[in-house]
C-alpha cells in the first residue's frame, strides 16, 4: 500500500505545523482498515494496516516529544504494540500456507504410491492406506501447521482485544487533539525548547 499523499505541507512552516498534518494523516490511514480488520479472514486488510501503523508509529518516534508532547509520547508506544502483534500475525499468515503447500506435495506423493499399488484394480482397497506410514517429515509439517494455525487464533483473539482498547480509550479523537498542542507552552508555529537547542 503507497502512503497517501499528505495535503497543504508548508515548507516554510514549522515542523511542528508539518508534522501535525503528516501525524494525522496516517492515523486516518490506520483507522481506514476498521472494521475490515475484525473478520479474521481480512488478512491483506491485516497486512494493510501493520504497514500503516509502522508509518504511524516513525513519524511519532520523531517527533512527538518535541512537537506534541506527553500524550503523542504514550500513543507511539501503543501504536507501537499494535504493529508489532501485526506482524506476529502476518508471519503466521506468511508461513502457514507455504507449510500446507509442503503437506499437500507429501500427500500427492502418497496418493501416488497409491495408486501404484492399487493398478488394475476396479477400486481403491481402503485396507492400503494403512500400509502407507506418514513420514517423519509429514508428521512434522502436521504438527507445524496446527502450531501455527493455533497461534494465528491465539494472535488475532489478542489483537481484537487491542484494538477494541483502542477504540475505547479513544486514542485516535485523543491524539488528534494532542497534536494540535505544542510542549513547554509554546504557542504552535514557534521553536520548541528541546534539551537547550530548538526544534522547528
Known amino acids: 500500500m503507497k502512503p497517501g499523499k499528505v495535503k ?37 486488510e491485516l497486512h494493510q494496516m501493520r504497514i500503516a501503523a509502522k508509518r504511524l508509529r516513525y513519524v511519532l518516534e520523531v517527533t512527538a516529544e518535541s512537537c506534541f508532547g506527553p500524550y503523542a509520547v504514550a500513543a507511539e508506544k501503543r501504536v507501537k504494540r ?15 500456507p507455504r507449510v500446507e503447500a509442503l503437506r499437500r506435495e507429501l500427500e500427492g506423493e502418497a496418493a501416488a504410491q497409491l495408486r501404484e499399488m492399487a493398478q ?16 517423519a517429515e509429514e508428521r512434522g509439517l502436521v504438527t507445524l501447521a496446527t502450531y501455527l494455525r493455533a497461534r494465528r487464533e491465539l494472535l488475532y483473539d489478542q489483537f481484537v482485544e487491542m484494538w477494541n482498547d483502542l477504540e475505547r480509550d479513544g486514542l485516535r479523537a485523543r491524539l488528534k487533539f494532542a497534536l494540535s498542542e505544542r510542549p513547554y507552552g509554546a504557542p504552535p508555529g514557534e521553536p520548541q525548547a528541546v534539551g537547550g537547542g530548538e526544534a522547528w
Open 8 to 44: 497543504h505541507l508548508d515548507p516554510d512552516g514549522s515542523l511542528a505545523e508539518n508534522a501535525e498534518k503528516i501525524v494525522s494523516a496516517r492515523l486516518d490511514e490506520l483507522w481506514s482498515f476498521a472494521p475490515d480488520v475484525l473478520d479474521p479472514s481480512k488478512v491483506d
Open 82 to 96: 499494535l504493529q508489532d502483534l501485526l506482524g506476529e500475525i502476518h508471519d503466521c499468515d506468511v508461513q502457514y
Open 120 to 135: 488394475g484394480s476396479a477400486d481403491l482397497d481402503p485396507g492400503l492406506v494403512s500400509s502407507l506410514e506418514p513420514s
